[in-house]
């Protein structure tokens, strides 16, 4: 069920260059799975809509939920400066999440769509082979560690500093893996590329398209995608990947 509450502020650091990680104390993560995201409204209100999220990791307690952004706006330049002790406005929880199957999965994440692979690797069962596909722009390799505690981790960077040289599908190249199931998300190029790489394995592909929202809360139509099936509602083929999605089978979109 989606609300609109007031959550506290546990934690904030810098972890890369302008990439934040938060910890929020909120009654959301008792409902809150990966892929999911949460609205988070900025005090200053030239605009009185929401950044969309993603969740990064559910504590174990189910008591507060940990978010890693990106500096891309006022917004978030704003969230940046909040400290322990502050108070900030959240609606959560918000779109579909990932489903939890697979025996031998890829769980493969672009620079700021890393995050939400996190929270997955740590939902998917303690039996599935978790093979977690990074790219990164440079050495700033932020939740490597979170990571390598809940898979196997391989990196790739753009500028060859760290594992492979190039981008996630040359890692799995360079390293010979296979998988039944791919999650992913990052930018639109890494999707399309996950897209047509299952295609051509006939293996199933979840893909979430959070890094192209807006709002988030379905009141822009800035996030509409083309899909294969009509829509019940509208009887067009699109959807809008903050109400519809975030996350959707990869045959089922056109990217
Ligand atoms: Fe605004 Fe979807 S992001 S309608």
Redesign the pocket.
Known sequence: MKKKITATVLSQKEIAPRIFDMWIATELAACAKAGQFIGVYPKDRSTL?PR?ISICQVNDKKDALRIVYRIAGQGTAEFSSYQEGDSVEILGTLGNGFPTEGKKVFLMGGGIGIPPMLELARELPASTEKQIIVGYRDDQLFLKEDLEKNGTVYIATEDGSVGTKGNVMNAIEENHLQADVIFACGPMPMLRAIKKYAEEKKIKAYISLEE?????????????VKTKEVDHHSHVHNA????DGPVFDAEEVEI
């Open positions: 809509l969309p192209h929202m807006a709002c988030g809360v379905g009141a822009c139509l800035g996030c509409v809008r990947i903050c109400t």
